[in-house]
């Protein structure tokens, strides 16, 4: 079974391209099962440089409620949401998440030191080391805050806005972070996201050391998503993704309808 559990629509999310028409059409043409829109909502973003905001939550809702409608009954269409995280809007992101009725709710982090990593020119001045520490430990730190969600989305946004592609998020880069990380997902029981769009534009799977830690850890709850905005990477290396997560002994995958977790054999 096909899933894919992160996308974004232009109806919602002013960085994406694909119409629910296009959406459903790619979804179809891809087989997929399940799979989710999860419209940005940045809470108070602070970045000027960035459009993506916050959006009317009753009035997604209620055009949710039309796009199903537009749904053939061989996929299974989620109503989402991607929360843009902030150390001091933890609380606001917890209560916000209760006030719609989301399948789904992904908590991300976008900032570097305030500025969203797709605009920031500080960021790949530091070391990859340093970098990938300090980005996983705001994510541990976000983790720790944040309750009201199920999946942590794309653990390496850091790196998927490197313009040196030659550079992979590495298990050994940060061991103490991503254990910190997988430590708090785990306890919480809240889902880690393989977001395919960094392996798309660098031509590499993440970390097999990544995958396995967080399952000898104790991890079980995974999910694939493909991020897209366009309607050209909607379910893109999903399949080839699902392949390399079992050749590193993943058997199960998950996705949630209603905030309940649903496992199935990968
Ligand atoms: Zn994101
Ligand atoms: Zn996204």
Redesign the pocket.
């Known amino acids: 079974m096909l899933i894919d559990l992160h996308n974004h629509t232009c109806h919602f999310s002013p960085d994406a391209k694909s119409t629910i028409d296009d959406f459903i059409t790619g979804a179809v043409n891809k087989g997929l099962a399940v799979a989710a829109i999860t419209e940005?909502y940045e809470y108070k973003n602070p970045d000027p440089n960035d459009n993506i905001q916050t959006f009317d939550l009753d009035l997604y809702t209620k055009t949710f409620k039309e796009w199903k409608k537009k749904c053939p009954s061989s996929l299974k269409l989620l109503m989402g949401v991607?929360f843009?995280y902030q150390t001091h809007t933890a609380s606001d992101i917890d209560e916000i998440a209760s006030t719609a009725p989301f399948d789904i709710v992904i908590l991300?982090n976008?900032l570097f030191r305030g500025v969203d990593v797709f605009f920031s020119k500080e960021v790949y001045k530091l070391p990859v080391k340093a970098r990938h520490a300090e980005y996983v430990s705001k994510l541990v730190e976000m983790a720790e805050n944040c309750n009201n969600f199920d999946v942590l989305?794309?653990f390496d946004?850091v790196n998927k806005r490197n313009p040196d592609l030659s550079v992979n998020m590495l298990y050994d880069d940060c061991p103490k972070e991503f254990d910190r990380l997988f430590e708090t997902l785990i306890s919480k029981e809240k889902a880690l996201e393989i977001n395919t769009a960094t392996p798309a534009r660098r031509d590499s799977m993440p970390d097999a050391k990544i995958i396995k830690r967080y399952m000898k850890m104790g991890g079980k709850l995974i999910t694939v998503s493909s991020?897209s905005h366009i309607m050209e990477n909607i379910g893109a290396l999903i399949p080839e993704t699902c392949e390399y997560l079992k050749s590193l002994g993943v058997k199960e995958l998950c996705y949630f309808e209603g905030r309940k977790v649903k496992t199935f054999g990968l």
């Open positions: 940005h991607e843009g991300s976008h989305g794309h946004y991020d």
